[in-house]
């Protein structure tokens, strides 16, 4: 489970004294602790992977756009620690898919679906979501549906 990698890496991270990879750490264990609490209410998810990889990949899309606001802010310095967290989030992420495959499977679940133009979108992305959501940027995913379908 990736919640048994996250606290494997947290111990590695404080007896090799590593500070920042320890303080992103602590950072993702905050954030998967938070989502937890919200999903107390709700029904249990089935697969707590899955749990982890939305925080994951909603950590990574926030450090992305800070990044990005940073340098244009000429802040170099502020983006270059977000650039090290994504890099400590992104062990823990599994491999993600590439343009190739991502359009193969948009090609693949357009056919099944029988989908021929935008007004289908909605159901592809649902369809990409259900079957990819752990190994898919669903941003860049929303683009190649959108060439594909157009």
Known sequence: MIRDD???AQVTAMKAGDKEARAAIGLIQAAIKNRDIELRTGTAPTDDDA???EV???MVKQ???SIQMYESGGRQELADAEKAEVAVIERFLPAQMSD???TAAIEAIKAELGAAGMKDMGRVMAELKARHAANLDMSKA????KAALS
Do not use: P
Not at 142 to 145: C, E, F, K, R
């Open 56 to 58: 994951l990949q909603k």
């Open 51 to 53: 749990v982890v990889v």
């Open 100 to 102: 190739a495959e991502t």
């Open 6 to 8: 996250i606290k494997a």
């Open 63 to 65: 450090r992305r756009e």
């Open 142 to 145: 929303s683009g190649l549906v």
